[in-house]
């Protein structure tokens, strides 16, 4: 079973517009962690941020900021004011706390294209 | 401070040969994972390794094998190559253990194309 959904495929905006990128996950633990992750056209995989089951409190880093919601298993980003920079395939990504289970589970992606 | 390494960068191979890529952790990082990311889709995980043991392994068959040295670098090597196998392979590091409170830090990957 899918354990990350990222519904959008594609979204495309023009520079200075908001982008919110959206994520559903599913787990039976009760400690977890939610990540975002940016995968420019080099290929690098970006950490952009991290969430643990425990702090709902969304909060705002610079141009970025998410909103996390146990109620409905969702974990937004939103990049605001966007840049041509910002083009890229952004990733949501779960990792459970249960015993022996390391790995990260990524949803398939969805692609933004700033435009100019 | 350097970031994770791979090599190579590219890598072409024809159907059935083998294939070893390599992995250099982040500085201080003790864990290996490595990701098979296929065009257009999100990275799927294959294995971590931890303390030169496996720890624990994705749905990848027996072909798909790993190495971690005792200087925390890792090899994946792949055997009998399918054309199914053409991917970007990235390598993650992370530290303290791995957990998964951790964030992974990947490296730019290797794209491998088998003809």
């Known amino acids: 079973a899918q354990k990350v959904t990222q519904a959008q495929t594609e979204i495309s905006v023009v520079e200075k517009e908001d982008v919110t990128l959206d994520c559903v996950y599913e787990?039976?633990?009760?400690?977890?962690?939610l990540f975002w992750y940016k995968q420019p056209p080099s290929g690098e995989l970006v950490f952009l941020i991290r969430?643990?089951?425990?702090?709902?409190q969304n909060e705002i880093s610079g141009r970025y900021s998410w909103n996390f919601q146990k109620s409905t298993s969702s974990f937004n980003f939103t990049i605001t004011a966007s840049q041509v920079v910002d083009s890229a395939v952004y990733f949501c990504a779960l990792s459970e706390e249960s015993m022996n289970d390391y790995k990260l589970s990524f949803g398939a992606g969805t692609t933004v294209t700033v435009r100019a | 401070d350097a970031g994770v390494t791979q090599s190579p960068t590219h890598l072409i191979k024809t159907r059935g040969q083998q294939v070893t890529l390599r992995c250099s952790p982040k500085s201080g990082h003790d864990t290996v994972s490595w990701y098979q990311q296929a065009l257009g889709q999100g990275p799927q995980f294959i294995f971590q390794?931890?303390?030169?043991?496996?720890?624990q392994r994705g749905n990848f068959p027996d072909r798909f094998s790993g190495h971690q040295f005792p200087n925390y670098s890792s090899e994946l090597n792949v055997n009998a190559l399918l054309l199914g196998d053409s991917a970007l392979y990235l390598c993650a590091s992370s530290s303290l253990s791995g957990s998964g409170y951790n964030e992974q830090f990947f490296g730019p990957g290797t794209r491998l194309t088998v003809l």
């Open positions: 390794y931890y303390e030169e043991e496996e720890r």
């Open positions: 787990t039976r633990d009760t400690t977890y962690y």
């Open positions: 969430r643990n089951s425990f702090d709902e």
